[in-house]
């Protein structure tokens, strides 16, 4: 069901977002790259410096679906019960395209023409190092609590095309993000299809359902690239990170020294073993 169409209020449903992103990404130490909400679902790409992910998704979708349903008067499930795609990307180029995926899912799915017109919350136009703030929801968080009255969130620039300074990796992003939003006007034309626009969006329903069917019982990737090859490379890679860690457990085990590979999650955090590149 469309739980985050913007509807009559948009500015509501965005800057509530927003205060729940920024809140759990400084709580939990993630740095937020981009993010886009759709009426159904949520594009948000981000680094993990703190093998924090987990945690950081735990909190942020459950207080999001708790004050969600709060506020429409529901009490049935907000998220799919399906795995995460949470995918890595093996290029600056992919990584690029991902964060224009991320940007122009509401021209894609026919909603706006332009990604700037979508009334949601999104980082479309935010440059990076850019810091936003946001108001704590007066209609669900008690005032009384321990939820600050404001959280601030800063997009980080990603860690690609160091060649590039923010201001040359902004415009080069805003150019691939026009490309795409061009080539969606294109393929729309031959489809003789239409945007919505934003009066139908103000329009749209919580309870109305997705017209689209989405595959189901399939297995979600890890890795995405245009090309196997470079998908096949990924894969190389977490085969040898399995083999280290299976020799790094085999250590432990027999209760030798052993330091783990870099990206080992419950072992570093609720064992406290010791891992690559990681202070103890």
């Given at each position: 069901?469309?739980?985050f169409a913007p509807?009559?209020?948009p500015a509501e449903l965005a800057n509530f977002i927003g205060y729940c992103l920024a809140h759990n990404a400084e709580r939990y130490g993630i740095q937020v790259h981009a993010s886009l909400w759709m009426s159904d679902h949520h594009h948000t790409d981000v680094t993990d410096p703190d093998a924090n992910l987990v945690p950081f998704k735990q909190q942020?979708?459950?207080?999001v679906a708790r004050a969600r349903n709060a506020r429409l008067g529901r009490f049935d499930s907000v998220w799919s019960g399906d795995d995460p795609c949470d995918t890595g990307r093996s290029s600056d180029d992919e990584a690029l395209m991902d964060l224009v995926?991320?940007?122009?899912?509401?021209?894609?799915?026919?909603?706006?023409?332009?990604?700037?017109?979508?009334?949601?919350?999104?980082?479309?136009?935010?440059?990076?190092?850019?810091?936003?703030?946001?108001?704590?929801?007066?209609?669900?968080?008690?005032?009384?609590?321990?939820?600050?009255?404001?959280v601030s969130?800063?997009?980080?620039?990603?860690?690609?095309?160091?060649e590039l300074d923010d201001d040359a990796l902004y415009a080069k992003l805003m150019e691939a993000v026009r490309e795409r939003e061009l080539e969606i006007h294109r393929s729309m034309r031959r489809r003789g299809r239409r945007f919505m626009g934003l009066r139908k969006l103000a329009r749209?329903?919580?309870?109305?359902?997705?017209?689209?069917?989405?595959?189901?019982?399939?297995?979600a990737p890890k890795h995405a690239a245009s090309s196997k090859g470079r998908v096949r490379v990924e894969i190389a890679r977490d085969r040898e990170w399995e083999r280290q860690y299976a020799e790094a457990r085999a250590l432990l085990l027999a209760g030798k020294p052993a330091v783990f590979p870099a990206g080992t999650y419950?072992?570093?955090?609720?064992?406290?073993?010791?891992?690559?590149?990681?202070?103890?």
């Amino acid at each position: 069901m469309m739980l985050f169409a913007p509807g009559a209020h948009p500015a509501e449903l965005a800057n509530f977002i927003g205060y729940c992103l920024a809140h759990n990404a400084e709580r939990y130490g993630i740095q937020v790259h981009a993010s886009l909400w759709m009426s159904d679902h949520h594009h948000t790409d981000v680094t993990d410096p703190d093998a924090n992910l987990v945690p950081f998704k735990q909190q942020l979708h459950s207080v999001v679906a708790r004050a969600r349903n709060a506020r429409l008067g529901r009490f049935d499930s907000v998220w799919s019960g399906d795995d995460p795609c949470d995918t890595g990307r093996s290029s600056d180029d992919e990584a690029l395209m991902d964060l224009v995926y991320t940007l122009t899912n509401p021209v894609k799915a026919g909603l706006v023409k332009w990604s700037r017109q979508w009334p949601g919350f999104t980082t479309i136009g935010w440059r990076f190092g850019e810091t936003r703030t946001f108001r704590r929801p007066d209609w669900f968080f008690d005032e009384a609590g321990d939820m600050p009255e404001e959280v601030s969130l800063t997009l980080v620039r990603p860690p690609i095309f160091p060649e590039l300074d923010d201001d040359a990796l902004y415009a080069k992003l805003m150019e691939a993000v026009r490309e795409r939003e061009l080539e969606i006007h294109r393929s729309m034309r031959r489809r003789g299809r239409r945007f919505m626009g934003l009066r139908k969006l103000a329009r749209q329903r919580w309870s109305c359902v997705a017209k689209s069917v989405e595959e189901r019982f399939t297995v979600a990737p890890k890795h995405a690239a245009s090309s196997k090859g470079r998908v096949r490379v990924e894969i190389a890679r977490d085969r040898e990170w399995e083999r280290q860690y299976a020799e790094a457990r085999a250590l432990l085990l027999a209760g030798k020294p052993a330091v783990f590979p870099a990206g080992t999650y419950w072992l570093r955090r609720f064992a406290g073993v010791s891992v690559a590149g990681q202070a103890p």
